[in-house]
């Protein structure tokens, strides 16, 4: 006896093949899924910046802009970073959705807290640069694609850069690479010229860690 056929809804009509039209319902992230993923992903993340902090790299997206801007004029880095993101969060929330915008802020809270709690947990005696770079490269991009797939980002230009990849096919990882790679250009004013080349490389695998694995169709779950 045949199945009656589904139901074809705007989100079911471009499902990938060998995807259900229905199998949306069957991926949906339950709350403690999408909270765990929210403790987990922004732990990570921390733990990349902790990396950088230590060997003093810095990282792209809004977050190296403000401290670029903080090193040229003085201004304090929290006044500035607040600033920066407010046309990205009224994007989040116009375009990406309330709960989007409602998880990525938590996502940012939580990650300015581990980060002041980090130095209590762990400590370095020794640590090689060129390792802090790839590590916390890939620290951040892991914890970043943890964060993305529960629809949840860390503000400016992850948010954008998403919007692009839903909207207009722009991968996120390869449009964020070239946002960081700007901002890091200009870190060659502010830091020695060995620090910013590791700096970029950090960036590299954090964004082919995206850009590899964050792909339209490959993933799927509920809005």
């Known amino acids: 006896m045949n199945n009656p056929p589904a139901k074809t809804t705007p989100d ?123 590590a916390g490269g890939a620290l951040m991009g892991i914890g970043l694609l943890m964060l993305f797939r529960h629809r949840a980002g860390l503000g400016g230009i992850n948010i954008l850069a998403l919007y692009l990849q839903e909207y207009s096919g722009i991968r996120a990882g390869y449009f964020q690479l070239a946002v960081d790679l700007v901002i890091l250009a200009c870190a060659f004013l502010v830091l020695p010229f060995d620090k910013v080349l590791l700096s970029i490389l950090g960036a590299v695998v954090l964004n082919m860690i995206i850009a590899l694995n964050h792909r339209p169709g490959r993933y799927l779950a509920a809005r």
Request: aromatic share 12%; proline share 4%; hydrophobic share 55%.
């Open 12 to 134: 079911t009509q471009n499902a990938p093949d060998g995807i259900k039209p229905d199998a949306k319902s069957d991926i949906s992230h339950r709350l403690y899924e999408d909270v765990l993923a929210l403790l987990l992903g922004t732990m990570v993340v921390s733990l990349g910046v902790m990396l950088y902090s230590e060997s003093v790299l810095v990282t792209g997206s809004t977050a190296g802009a403000a401290l670029l801007i903080e090193h040229a004029t003085g201004f304090g880095f929290g006044a500035v970073f607040f600033v920066i993101n407010l046309p990205f969060y009224w994007l989040a929330l116009k375009r990406m959705g309330k709960a989007f915008t409602i998880k990525t802020f938590i996502a940012v809270g939580l990650v300015s807290g581990f980060s002041k709690l980090m130095p209590m947990w762990i400590d370095f005696s020794m640590l090689n640069p060129i390792f802090a770079a790839i």
